[in-house]
C-alpha cells in the first residue's frame, strides 16, 4: 500500500507528464503546415450537378470549384478565333466560383497584337455576362492554354492584357515541359499557376499509361523547387478508353470506362484494362470492328498517393489548393468518398 504522500507524489507526476504531452502535441499541431483546399475543375457545357457529385463536395467540404466557362479556338469558316461550348445552366451551387477559359495553343500561331486585343476584350466581356447571368462575382480568373516557345509571345500579352483590362487576380495551367524549361518556354505573367500532374505521355497502342506514367514524372518533378511562380497543384481522377486497329490508335473515348466493356457480350477482356471485340457493334457513338482492341486508362488509388508523395517532396513551399478533374459522377464513383481529403492531408 502506498502512503498518502506517495499517492500525491504520483499523481502530480501523472499531471505533470499529462500537461507535458498535450503541449508537445499543440505545438506540434501548430507547427505543422495547413492542408491545401480540396476543390474540382467542373468541365461540362451545361452546369448540374447530382446526388454523386453533391454528395462528394459536402463530404469534402468543398468551398471552391473552377468551372470552364467556353473554349477558344479557330473557327473553321471564318477563320479567327470563337468562342464555343459555351457553358450553360441556372444557377452554380453556393461555393466560390473561379472561371477557366481553355484557349487552343492554335489561337495564338501568328496572331498580332491588334487580333490578341480584340481577342482580349471579347473574351472579358464574355466571362463578365456569365458572370451577370449567374449573379457571382469571381476574386479569380484562370486560363488554361499549353503554349509553345513559338506562341509564349503572344498569349503571354494577352493575359497582361486581361489583367491590365479587369484587374483580376489570375492564374494560368502549368506542364511539366513548362516547368522543366521555364528559360525556353518563358514563366506566364500570372499570380500563380496551377500545375497539370497529368496527360504525361503521348497516347499509344502499348502497355503504358498517357495519364500518369512515374517514370515521365521523375524526369519533371526535380525542376519543381525552382519554379518562380506559387503553385497549386491538380491531379487526375478521369478515365479513357483507347480505340485501337491494327495496333494504331483510332479513337480516344472520353469518359468510358472498364465498367462500360465488362459485361458487353461484344467485348471479350483480355487483361486488367485491355478488351477484344469479338462482334461488330456500336458503342457510345463509335464503330468497333472485330478484332478492335479497347485499352483502359484510369488512375488507381495508389496512383493518386503516389503522385502526392512525389509532389510534397519536390514543391516549393505548400499548394493552398488540391484540384481535381474532373467533377463527374463517372469519375468520382471510381473512388470513396474521403479520398480527397485523404490526399491533402498527404501534402502538409
Same mark, same amino acid.
Not at 477563320?79 to 464555343?84: K, L, N, R
Not at 477559359?101 to 492554335?106: A, G, M, S, Y
Not at 496512383?303 to 484540384?323: D, F, T, W, Y
Given at each position: 500500500?502506498?502512503? $498518502?504522500?506517495?499517492?500525491?507524489?504520483w499523481?502530480?507526476?501523472?499531471?505533470?507528464?499529462a500537461?507535458a504531452? !498535450?503541449?508537445?502535441?499543440?505545438l506540434a499541431?501548430? /507547427?505543422?503546415?495547413p492542408?491545401?483546399?480540396?476543390?474540382f475543375y467542373?468541365?461540362? =457545357?451545361?452546369f448540374?450537378?447530382?446526388k454523386?457529385e453533391?454528395?462528394v463536395l459536402?463530404?469534402?467540404?468543398?468551398?471552391k470549384l473552377?468551372?470552364r466557362?467556353?473554349?477558344?479556338?479557330?473557327h473553321?469558316y471564318i477563320?479567327?478565333?470563337?468562342?464555343?461550348a459555351?457553358?450553360?445552366?441556372d444557377?452554380?451551387?453556393q461555393?466560390s466560383?473561379?472561371?477557366v477559359?481553355?484557349?487552343? /495553343?492554335?489561337v495564338?500561331?501568328n496572331?498580332s497584337?491588334?487580333e490578341?486585343?480584340? *481577342?482580349?476584350?471579347?473574351v472579358a466581356q464574355?466571362?463578365?455576362d456569365?458572370?451577370? /447571368?449567374?449573379?457571382i $462575382?469571381p476574386?479569380e480568373?484562370q486560363?488554361?492554354?499549353?503554349?509553345t516557345?513559338k506562341?509564349?509571345n503572344?498569349?503571354?500579352y !494577352?493575359?497582361?492584357k486581361?489583367?491590365?483590362?479587369?484587374?483580376?487576380t489570375?492564374?494560368?495551367?502549368?506542364r511539366l515541359h513548362q516547368?522543366k524549361y521555364?528559360?525556353?518556354?518563358g514563366? @506566364?505573367?500570372v499570380?500563380?499557376?496551377?500545375?497539370m500532374?497529368?496527360n504525361?505521355?503521348?497516347i499509344?497502342s502499348?502497355?503504358?499509361c498517357s495519364?500518369?506514367d512515374r517514370n515521365v514524372?521523375? $524526369?519533371?518533378?526535380?525542376?519543381l523547387?525552382?519554379?518562380p511562380?506559387? *503553385?497549386d497543384?491538380a491531379? @487526375?481522377? !478521369?478515365?479513357?478508353?483507347?480505340q485501337?486497329?491494327?495496333?494504331m490508335v483510332?479513337?480516344l473515348l472520353?469518359?468510358?470506362?472498364?465498367?462500360h !466493356?465488362a459485361?458487353?457480350p461484344?467485348?471479350?477482356?483480355?487483361d486488367?484494362?485491355?478488351?477484344?471485340?469479338?462482334a461488330?457493334?456500336?458503342?457510345g457513338?463509335?464503330?468497333?470492328?472485330?478484332?478492335d482492341?479497347?485499352?483502359?486508362e484510369s488512375? =488507381?488509388?495508389s496512383?493518386?498517393?503516389?503522385?502526392?508523395?512525389?509532389?510534397?517532396? =519536390?514543391?516549393?513551399?505548400? @499548394?493552398?489548393?488540391?484540384?481535381f478533374?474532373?467533377?463527374? =459522377?463517372? /469519375?468520382?464513383?471510381?473512388?470513396?468518398?474521403?479520398?480527397?481529403?485523404? *490526399?491533402?492531408?498527404r501534402?502538409?
Open positions: 500500500m502506498m502512503s $498518502k504522500e506517495q499517492r500525491n507524489y499523481k502530480c507526476l501523472l499531471r505533470r507528464v500537461i504531452l !498535450f503541449t508537445a502535441t499543440l499541431s501548430c /507547427n505543422r503546415e492542408r491545401p483546399e480540396v476543390s467542373y468541365w461540362k =457545357s451545361r448540374t450537378l447530382g454523386t453533391r454528395k459536402e463530404a469534402n467540404n468543398v468551398q473552377y468551372v466557362y467556353f473554349d477558344i479556338d479557330i473553321p477563320g479567327s478565333a470563337t468562342p464555343i459555351i457553358i450553360k445552366g444557377s452554380l451551387p461555393c466560383i473561379f472561371p477559359v481553355f484557349i487552343k /495553343n492554335r495564338f500561331d496572331a497584337n491588334q490578341v486585343d480584340t *481577342l482580349c476584350r471579347k464574355l466571362v463578365a456569365i458572370n451577370q /447571368n449567374f449573379g $462575382k476574386t480568373m486560363f488554361d492554354c499549353d503554349w516557345v506562341t509564349k503572344a498569349y503571354f !494577352f493575359l497582361k486581361y489583367r491590365a483590362l479587369t484587374g483580376q489570375l492564374s494560368a495551367t502549368i516547368v521555364p528559360n525556353r518556354t514563366v @506566364p505573367p499570380n500563380k499557376g496551377v500545375l500532374y497529368y504525361m505521355g503521348r499509344s502499348d502497355g503504358r495519364i500518369y514524372a521523375q $524526369k519533371y518533378t526535380g525542376s523547387g525552382s519554379y511562380l506559387p *503553385l497543384v491531379l @487526375p481522377i !478521369f478515365t479513357w478508353g483507347i485501337i486497329r491494327q495496333n483510332v479513337h472520353n469518359k468510358m470506362n472498364e465498367g !466493356f459485361n458487353d461484344h467485348f471479350k477482356k483480355m486488367d484494362y485491355r478488351y477484344r471485340v469479338v461488330p457493334c456500336f458503342k457513338g463509335y464503330y468497333f470492328k472485330r478484332g482492341e479497347v485499352k483502359i488512375i =488507381s488509388r496512383n493518386l498517393r503516389q503522385m502526392v508523395k512525389e509532389i510534397a517532396q =519536390s514543391l516549393k513551399g505548400h @499548394p493552398q489548393n488540391l484540384i478533374y474532373d467533377l463527374d =459522377s463517372v /469519375n468520382i464513383k471510381q473512388y470513396e468518398v474521403e479520398i480527397y481529403q485523404k *490526399l491533402a492531408n501534402m502538409r
